[in-house]
């Protein structure tokens, strides 16, 4: 229980001499090094921030995968917001998890990568076990108000694979599997090739699962499922 | 570079470090325009000109002047000196001059009296000096596809990282080219939630460099923007 009046039940006491930074204008205890999301998650608890996207098992926090921008906490100061995941705590800033800022930001943000994915959630085969469903519902998306464009040319579903499928016609750039081969596994096996908005994930030179001898089986728990990367 | 994809860094890596490590230096056109001044007379002398951080800013101005060209003029310089004396005045009508390259603002020829040739004073107006080139848009040129230029540009560049730039830029430009083609009339609400997202979730200047020129449009010419776009 917390000495502090103004700290909730869930957070450590403040003892004197520690770094502090603000959620929402309370203050908590800052661990050296520490990224907002691990702060507000551990003062806050797993679901404390409208997110619920699992990571895959990074060794580092270095680089940012497109979606986690989704992920973004709003903090006082800088113009922009910062993405939670990868920016440390700076000791007495203000961060906002929740303020209708960054609820919008999300929700656009989200609402724009449903525009580069089939909308088919009724026939897919992931429906009601997919994170960006979940994401896209926790945000508030009831329709894409855009109007339809262009699709980018992805290959289709590669059966190849004993052991994976995958179906990059539902890839929406999150990067996070390209992230599992290097940084877990160590083979850069997959990785991005194009630009802007042709860029895509690619297996070797542009092959499929079969071909460059992929190790990524043993990847099973770090491995997202957004219904194009599908792991058995 | 470096093995890794052509992609923008979340942040500059820390602590600063150059290319593979060593000690790196970018010099810009700017940097290289003042070396002959330098090597010429030395840097006592260059030193000399003043005592602000930057003594000159380099215009470039485009074929819609009398005298286009690459010309230096003093911080501070009112940005009519810099149209009517250095570039000779405007050839045809012009409605708008697009300054500080191509995320720089949008600056209605109604602004011109208002600003001088410095940071200051561009942003205390809502622009951005940039590189103080001057991109002008003729009476006769619309507007609605010169915002579509830009959206399609900044698409062009996008390195695909981050979402509101690889998504944003391209949704924004099939919106106005539809709105400019057919009948499709934008919804503002939704062009503004572009905007702010392009604004605050891009991870660097060029998706978060698009708005300012199109907010700029938006405000200056409403009036020529309407039809394409609906409350």
């Known amino acids: 229980m917390s000495t502090n009046p103004n700290i909730s039940d869930k957070a450590s006491p403040i003892l004197p001499g520690e770094i502090l930074a603000y959620i929402n204008d309370k203050p908590y205890a800052v661990l050296p090094g520490e990224t907002i999301l691990k702060f507000v998650r551990r003062h806050l608890g797993d679901q404390s921030n409208a997110h619920t996207l699992r990571r895959a098992q990074p060794r580092t926090l270095r680089f940012l995968p497109g979606m986690q921008r989704g992920r973004g906490i709003g903090a006082n100061g800088p113009a922009k917001t910062q993405a939670s995941c990868h920016t440390p705590v700076i000791p007495n800033s203000f961060v906002y998890t929740d303020s209708a800022r960054i609820k919008k930001l999300r929700k656009n943000i989200i609402e724009l990568v449903l525009t580069d994915h089939p909308l088919d959630c009724l026939t897919c085969e992931v429906n009601n076990n997919c994170e960006l469903q979940t994401v896209a519902a926790r945000v508030g998306i009831r329709d894409v108000r855009y109007p339809e464009g262009k699709k980018p040319l992805r290959p289709g579903k590669d059966l190849s694979h004993p052991y994976m499928t995958s179906d990059f016609s539902k890839c929406i750039n999150c990067f996070r599997c390209v992230r599992a081969c290097d940084e877990v596994q160590g083979q850069l096996v997959l990785s991005m090739a194009g630009r802007g908005f042709d860029s895509h994930i690619v297996k070797g030179f542009e092959q499929s699962f079969s071909s460059p001898k992929c190790q990524l089986r043993r990847l099973r728990p770090g491995l997202p499922d957004v219904g194009y990367f599908r792991t058995f | ?231």
């Open chain 2, 1 to 231: 570079m470096k093995g890794n994809a052509p992609e923008v860094r979340v942040r500059r890596p820390t602590p600063q470090q150059g290319l593979f490590n060593k000690p790196t230096v970018v010099n810009n056109v700017e940097t290289l325009a003042n070396l002959p001044f330098i090597m010429q007379r030395g840097g006592k002398a260059f030193a000399a000109i003043g005592a602000q951080i930057f003594r000159h800013q380099i215009a470039f101005i485009d074929g819609h002047f009398h005298r286009p060209g690459i010309y230096e003029a003093d911080m501070g310089t009112p940005l009519a000196a810099v149209i009517h004396e250095l570039g000779g005045g405007f050839r045809k009508p012009v409605k708008a001059m697009h300054i500080g390259g191509p995320l720089g603002g949008l600056v209605p020829v109604s602004k011109i009296d208002a600003l001088t040739v410095d940071f200051d004073s561009f942003a205390r107006e809502g622009f951005l000096l940039g590189h103080a080139s001057i991109v002008c848009i003729p009476e006769d040129f619309p507007l609605i596809q010169y915002l579509e230029h830009l959206f399609e540009f900044t698409a062009h560049e996008s390195c695909g990282k981050c979402f509101p730039c690889r998504l944003g830029s391209t949704r924004g430009f099939e919106m106005l080219h539809k709105a400019r083609t057919g009948d499709y009339k934008v919804d503002r609400t939704l062009m503004d939630d572009l905007l702010e997202t392009l604004e605050i979730g891009s991870l660097c200047a060029l998706g978060g460099g698009l708005p300012l020129p199109v907010k700029n449009a938006l405000k200056y010419f409403e009036n020529e923007l309407s039809p394409y776009f609906q409350k």
